[in-house]
């Protein structure tokens, strides 16, 4: 069976957490110091350590010092729980980190994945070696030296139940990424779901996030569970973190601290088991200066910091990619076409400013404009990318403007400016395309659009009713 060390200095609370942790199957030690704790691990190598924060001789961050490198796991407790040591012990390998009174369900639910991360750091290990040599990891493609650091840096963060944060341009497989990790977790046979902050309409972001009661709202006809509520006991994935709104970025904080949340609509508090990973198009630092993510959410979230790389950074995986890509069309269509030398040689030198979403989109133009099974340079030429950038323009903001219409004026500038061609304005302003049109249809629906705006619109919904 395994054994757990409980340390704690209040003997009832380690009455208490025996019998919880014996239900779970495990035995059970307990020390009231860090001196018996030293004591009890020289004994007894524990395969697990329940430690408060603060003890009458020290810090339990201290027995990360005593277990080294053992695979040991260790779970914080403390009742003065604070952003900064919250970081600190997830930085320092802490398996996990509860605020007292620890709420039992919560601890009983990492003692059951706790009891099968030996066997899947193991299998990682064993899948690591193997995928290296043929450029693969789990559903990320690349033989980089650059993807083959990021393959080892998730292949060390997968198993644990930290917080990450994935940093990389729009279109370089953020998501991917994210679900590797989640397939690699103890979580992998729980739901994973992706939520694309700036894609939802600030008014519903967190009726979205937290679900609503029947009646809470206009229209709320039914009880919603958000998205928390549905990836208990999975993974919650928050693209785009910098575009959601700072009042609900606090209410976020609150959740990934003690994992209660309440739907709108009741005082009801609700908890949910679930791994939050987070990532953003945007320098993260340069977002908190901004105003755009909250200095404090931001510590929470960076427990463990990844970058993914833009494709021009990454060799001939763009080849290994676009082959790939190209082979599962011939898949599908029962074909058997390839790329001429010369359109691989083009592929190596494109500086691909929309990373491995723009290779998909070649690919895929490439395929339907081949008349035979040799696709050439002259079926289908690489978009250049602009080579001049727009004359700038300025907006003004008054003091006292609201941050909300400070964006609007910004993205109905950017765009007149861009003469309405909203794929540059989005690549302007830092937001995705899909976030740039639901902004508009959020202005349109409370009808803030400008009349040129209006016009564009209106002819663009002409010319698609005409197709």
Request: charged share 25%; glycine share 8%.
């Amino acid at each position: 069976m395994p054994h757990i060390l409980i340390v704690d200095d209040d003997e009832n609370a380690c009455a208490a957490l025996v019998e919880i942790v014996a239900l779970e199957g495990f035995t059970a030690s307990t020390a009231g110091s860090l001196r018996e704790a030293r004591l009890q691990i020289g004994w007894r190598m524990p395969d697990v350590i329940l430690t408060d924060l603060r003890l009458p001789d020290g810090s339990g961050m201290e027995l990360f010092a005593e277990v080294g490198s053992s695979g040991v796991e260790v779970i914080l407790t403390t009742g003065y729980a604070s952003v900064d040591s919250a970081v600190e012990a997830l930085r320092s390998g802490a398996t996990d980190y509860l605020v007292k009174p620890i709420n039992v369900a919560r601890l009983q639910t990492v003692l059951k994945r706790l009891a099968n991360t030996g066997a899947l750091r193991a299998e990682i290990h064993s899948l690591r070696g193997e995928l290296r040599r043929y450029g693969r990891f789990g559903r990320l493609l690349g033989s980089s030296d650059v993807m083959q650091a990021v393959y080892d840096q998730l292949a060390r963060v997968a198993p644990t139940e930290a917080t990450v944060l994935l940093i990389g341009e729009s279109g370089t497989g953020k998501e991917l990424a994210m679900q590797t990790v989640h397939e690699l977790s103890a979580r992998r046979r729980q739901p994973f779901l992706a939520v694309n902050c700036g894609a939802i309409s600030p008014t519903l972001i967190e009726t979205e996030m937290f679900g609503h009661e029947r009646g809470s709202f206009t229209g709320a006809d039914r009880q919603h569970k958000g998205y928390f509520e549905r990836a208990d006991g999975g993974t919650l994935f928050l693209d785009e973190i910098t575009e959601m709104p700072a009042e609900l970025q606090v209410k976020l904080l609150r959740v990934l601290e003690t994992g209660a949340f309440m739907r709108v609509g009741t005082n009801r508090e609700q908890h949910a088991d679930v791994r939050v990973l987070a990532a953003t198009n945007r320098n993260p630092e340069d977002a908190v200066a901004e105003g755009k993510l909250r200095a404090d959410l931001f510590h929470r979230l960076n427990v463990f910091p990844v970058e993914l790389p833009p494709l021009r950074a990454r060799g001939d995986d763009v080849i290994q990619i676009a082959n790939t890509m190209l082979e599962q069309l011939n898949a599908e269509q029962g074909t058997t076409r390839r790329f001429a030398p010369g359109v691989l040689d083009s592929l190596r030198l494109h500086t691909w400013p929309g990373n491995v979403r723009e290779l998909r989109n070649f690919v895929q133009r490439a395929y339907i404009m081949a008349d035979d099974d040799l696709i050439t340079e002259v079926q289908v030429p690489l978009q250049a990318a602009a080579t001049q950038a727009p004359v700038a323009a300025m907006v003004s903001v008054p003091v006292g403007m609201s941050l909300a219409d400070a964006d609007r004026q910004l993205i109905f500038a950017t765009l007149e400016q861009c003469a309405g061609v909203k794929k540059h304005a989005a690549e302007i302003l830092g937001i995705s395309l899909k976030t740039l049109y639901n902004r508009l249809e959020d202005y349109a629906a409370r009808g803030e659009l400008p009349e040129w705006l209006r016009a564009s619109r209106s002819s663009q919904a002409g010319v698609a009713a005409a197709g």
